[in-house]
């Protein structure tokens, strides 16, 4: 996640960006242990476009009892992990929910839920802030029918809108979840209306992974101009909110080439500050996939992240997620760890990867086949990374090509 609004306008936490591990030459301190998404069930009531665990409103079999969750809960607040991120599907569904949650509070896990929000009502939200859960994000993609279009069913907007509300006058904090992409491109500053008239917390809008029902809308996503005028826009939407003492973090993900595009753009203008974001942005390390981020799905098998469904490092039913986290034998991880001399093509004649990290290894995979190649979804010139394009072809390096898709 890049905190835009933390880093321009500051003060900045420096601890908010812990530093990440990338050379596996040790288990991880406390600080820089991951932080999980667990996708407590499949089910979910919405078709969203881009849903990468390609959810439905059905019953799934096999997935984690409320003991093994217990389980599981107790065995992440030992490792210590900084937040569980409750998921789905939707995680309502779990009629065990608070059960797991008040399980988690219990042993100091800290919590926080992310939801589609047609299911909170007052009733809801109410047991989920006595729960502790921190932070609630509500998934708005658009404006009222342009979001029930994106996630497949007529009133959603509404529902989702009213559980954001329920949330926040429960005190939690909340914010708003939104894919970026031509579908949603000129609802920007809508959104941005809504999240300030809504008093909203935080801003997040996702660029688009190619990863489940997400495969199908490569075509749907923003070209390298129309990224560039939607972060413009978001960088002077941040500034202007702070200005005006409006306390919204505007922030965006799964695109690490913001991180750079960010440093770049304020180098001219301010070479003192840039010279502090550029210090805050390697500390963080860019893309943080098998890292400082991790997900759990709902049969138990440990990812990369939500997006890495077609790989699995483990289960969590057959060993701890920390013996799992930390095993670099297997072979992605041990490249995750320090994936430096594994990438390849632009990526890997770039010098700005430690602000980077390389971006998103699903998306360079879905579109090129190859898990190192580089992302074509950053946007910035080989002339602005200052990289030359000898032949545009992207290297060939047996020695660390390893494919997960079949």
């Not at 909170?120 to 047991?127: E, K, T």
């Not at 070209?223 to 005028?229: D, I, K, M, P």
Request: proline share 3%; net charge neutral.
């Amino acid at each position: 996640m890049l905190r835009i609004t933390e880093l321009l306008c500051g003060p900045v936490e420096g601890d908010r960006m812990p530093p990440t591990q990338r050379d596996g030459s040790s288990p991880p301190s406390s600080a820089e242990r991951p932080v999980v998404i667990w996708n407590l069930t499949r089910r979910c009531n919405l078709h969203c476009l881009h849903c990468y665990s390609q959810s439905q409103d059905r019953a799934y079999a096999d997935e984690l009892t409320t003991d093994e969750g217990k389980q599981l809960i107790a065995d992440l607040a030992a490792y210590k992990i900084p937040m569980l991120i409750l998921s789905g599907g939707d995680p309502l569904f779990r009629e065990d929910l608070y059960t797991l949650a008040e399980h988690a509070k219990d042993l100091g896990l800290r919590c926080a839920l992310s939801t589609n929000g047609t299911l909170i009502d007052a009733a809801a939200a109410r047991r989920l802030r006595r729960l502790g859960i921190t932070y609630v994000g509500v998934s708005l993609d658009g404006i009222g029918p342009v979001h029930d279009r994106f996630r497949g069913m007529d009133g959603s907007f509404v529902l989702a809108l009213q559980g954001l509300r329920y949330a926040r006058d429960e005190g939690m904090k909340v914010g708003i979840r939104t894919a970026l992409c031509r579908r949603t491109l000129h609802d920007l500053s809508a959104m941005c209306d809504m999240a300030e008239q809504e008093n909203v917390d935080r801003l997040y809008f996702a660029h688009l992974v190619y990863s489940g029902r997400g495969a199908g809308l490569v075509h749907d996503d923003l070209s390298s101009e129309e990224r560039r005028g939607a972060i413009d826009y978001l960088i002077r939407r941040g500034v202007d909110l702070h200005r005006r003492g409006v306390k919204i973090e505007v922030t965006t993900g799964n695109n690490d080439a913001d991180s750079v595009y960010l440093y770049l753009k304020i180098r001219g203008s301010a070479p003192a500050q840039a010279q502090s974001v550029f210090r805050l942005l390697q500390r963080r390390g860019g893309n943080s996939s098998g890292v400082s981020l991790g997900c759990i799905d709902s049969l138990g098998h440990v990812y990369a992240d939500p997006f890495w469904r077609h790989y699995a490092f483990g289960n969590v039913r057959e060993r701890s997620f920390a013996a799992i986290w930390e095993d670099t034998t297997d072979p992605i991880m041990r490249v995750l760890k320090d994936r430096r001399h594994a990438l390849k093509g632009r990526c890997a004649r770039c010098p700005y990867l430690d602000l980077c990290g390389g971006n998103s290894r699903v998306r360079a995979e879905a579109t090129t086949g190859d898990l190192w190649a580089s992302d074509p979804s950053c946007y910035l010139s080989d002339e602005e990374l200052g990289i030359s394009s000898t032949n545009g072809k992207e290297d060939s390096r047996a020695s660390t090509h390893i494919s997960v898709r079949g």
